[in-house]
């Protein structure tokens, strides 16, 4: 619920009220992501939505938009440890792509670190890399800082 909040209302809601706000817009049958699975067992997460629905993206002077299209927006990926490294975030993010294009999306955005060949600790990496997103077909359109860049990806349909 992070993204899907003021940071007011995400902080007042902290633990079991925003588990409950999820599982009621999915539930309600709202784009939220997907899951990949590896051995029967959850191995990563991708969070993609409408840039609409997210509260914290329309108020932050950080990640004003870039122009007026109307983007979905990918705020969250993760990739279980032991499963790193593995080419798995390139492929959650084809397949988030894909789902969000199955739903009538045209453009998708990213807002990942670039890593400049620093480590980088896990939990600074939940927006994802540039170079993954970039493999996966994202061209950077902004780049507000040197450490954050701003990518899209165009459906093909």
């Known amino acids: 619920m992070y993204w899907r909040s003021t940071n007011r209302t995400f902080q007042a809601d902290k633990?079991?009220?925003?588990?409950?706000k999820l599982k009621t817009l999915?539930?309600?049958?709202?784009?939220?992501?997907?899951?990949?699975y590896a051995?029967?067992?959850?191995?990563?997460?991708?969070?993609?939505?409408?840039?609409?629905?997210?509260?914290r993206l329309k108020t932050s002077r950080y990640f004003r938009p870039v122009d007026d299209a109307d983007v979905?927006?990918?705020?969250?990926?993760?990739?279980?440890?032991?499963q790193r490294r593995s080419g798995l975030s390139v492929q959650l993010i084809r397949a988030a792509c894909a789902y969000a294009e199955d739903l009538g999306?045209?453009?998708i955005e990213s807002y990942p670190l670039v890593a400049s060949g620093r480590h980088v600790p896990d939990v600074f990496a939940w927006?994802?890399?540039a170079a993954s997103f970039e493999q996966a077909g994202f061209r950077q359109v902004a780049r507000p800082s040197a450490s954050r860049s701003f990518m899209r990806y165009r459906a093909k349909g």
């Open 15 to 20: 633990g079991d009220p925003n588990k409950t």
């Open 26 to 36: 999915a539930d309600a049958g709202q784009p939220l992501g997907i899951v990949a």
């Open 39 to 55: 051995e029967g067992r959850p191995a990563g997460w991708c969070s993609i939505s409408p840039r609409k629905c997210l509260e």
């Open 72 to 82: 979905w927006s990918i705020t969250c990926l993760f990739v279980r440890p032991g």
């Open 105 to 107: 999306a045209n453009i």
């Open 127 to 129: 927006v994802g890399f």
